[in-house]
């Protein structure tokens, strides 16, 4: 692994908002995508942060994402939506896909939105903690570009199709779910390529089909779907919902975002947000909810463990140590940065 | 592994509306009972067919649940319902709940319901193939009865809660993904104990917490979550939609269903049903999904495979199969059936 720098929250949540600016977005835009990215980095998930920026500006400059687009929608009920991100930044159709949920929600107590034609969005449990935060349940399904193979088959055909649900905690902490539905993230990968160091067994084949732990292998290879067929099955309704249904590309048909420079990702999102107080009370629901979940901390420890956490729980923890004392950020990624920074003329500063 | 007796799959089935009738159930619910019941015998998944008629029959007879028990409704709003199942069959409240997402959907696009106080509801999966019948996609959670830590925990303190998915498809064959949050279901590791087999690893472990392919150790053990963390999450969630949001029981207070016999289970479910046609048209829809599964069962196949399977695939082959030639039954099964025909006077005929 290489050295780390540690960065403030708000200088690279400034140079994010300002370098999206400079290659076309309006304010708005850049906001959005810089709350999504710097969020991830945040909690602890570098690997959906400030490191994908470069990506998506290399997209942009190439014309194969609008930095200026914003959704519209296509299609409306009183409690369903289909927006068309016109391939805009995947931060924006996700967040006013959310928006639009948590708005018909209000209303109907559900809200469902499809959106097609955007790109890579980020960190998928942000939008459902939109939900949230205005004590709703939100879920958040995308898809993305194929690296996973079918269960028994050796061609990339399903993205690791994230799928993230958060709900609102009372005094014990909220619960948000982030997953990919493979063994590991891609973006795991990526950042273990990077750092020159091995991944755990079960995370990958190579292009044969063999084991590897080599993460470059991995990366030429496929990576394996969570508990085998059952994180195939998952992955595979994923891209029904969020590809399928709304219109957007869909399996193999998802180009690389990181390797093919000739198409638009055009991948998609579905998104749900629901009322809780049309079920329970909000109160009651907290209190049953805390009632759970500290049952669930109670638990006697296994060997190796000092305590149990509730998922998104580290995140937490993590995201309010970064805000006090700094963001790390790999040599690598602060060298692309760097290179955004030269390319874009904004400046880059750190502290 | 015992002998296997092959039954019809009539004759079970009115074995089974019948045993259920002598229980003091009415036409209408012993019908929805037996219908999901061999359904999941049709299908091949024996662990959550007719086997487990006896258990029910035995807490029916215990007092701990009620055979004549319909649903009612406690809140509803133009697209979301809460049910009570009144105690009453599982499978009546979960076919009950989803009916009433299919209403909704029809009017609104989107139906969502929680039932609480109702018990095992069997396959998810055939409420969530309700909606697909309709062309709509269907979505089921369940809790059930605490035997899975939490990840880096040592007590049972949640259940191998299931989620079933199930989508319509053209010409190619509909996915219909029905998995417990566990490495593998509680049923099958029961059969397994039953039949005297082995487990595979990573299934379980034993009470102190290591690894065990013994079924009976790991009955007394702990079931282990799918993929670790994530499937301890995925559980969580699904224990807080199914239970604590529709005012069931939730976590370690779900009483065991095969070893509690003071308590009534008192789980809960959550269902979804949403119309695809306010997305994309039907037929569309259906060309769409047709393409992805196309492309997706068309991978070059790894070393010991003989064909992409997509989820749900297997169990139509086998359902066509069985409604042919017959349902197994392993011999302890049928001599259950057996002691069920004795103490409820219905004669047992198996072909």
Redesign the interface.
Known sequence: MGKQITAKFEALHQFCVNAIKAVGAGEEIAHIVADVLLEADLRGISSHGISRLPVYIKRIKLGLMDAEAMPNIV?E????A?LDGNNGFGQVGAFKGMELCIKKAKE???G?A?VRNTNHIGMAGYYAMMAMKEQM?GMVLANASAHM???????A??GTNPIA?A?PGGKQPS?V?D?ATS?AARGKIIMAARRGEPIPPGWA?DKE?RPTQDANKALEGFILP??G??????S??I???A?????AL????IPSMTSDWTRPLNCGVWL?A???D???EVEE?AI??D??IA???????????E?????GEIEMETREERLRSGIPLDEEVMQELKNVSETTGVPLITY
Not at 149 to 155: D, M, N, S
Not at 250 to 253: H, L, M, Y
Not at 295 to 305: I, R, Y
Request: hydrophobic share 50%; with cysteine.
């Open positions: 299609k009920t009183l409690c369903t289909l109907t107590g559900v469902i499809g349940i193979p079918a269960w028994g088959g050796l061609k055909c399903l649900i709900i619960v779910v997953m063994a084949i089909g969570l508990g067929p059952k994180g195939y099955g998952l595979l309704v891209d029904v919902l590809g399928v249904l709304t219109g869909f399996g193999s048909r749900l629901f009322r809780i049309n079920f329970v629901f049953r909810f009632t759970l049952d669930v901390k109670d638990s006697p420890l296994a060997p190796g463990f305590k149990i956490y509730v998922p």
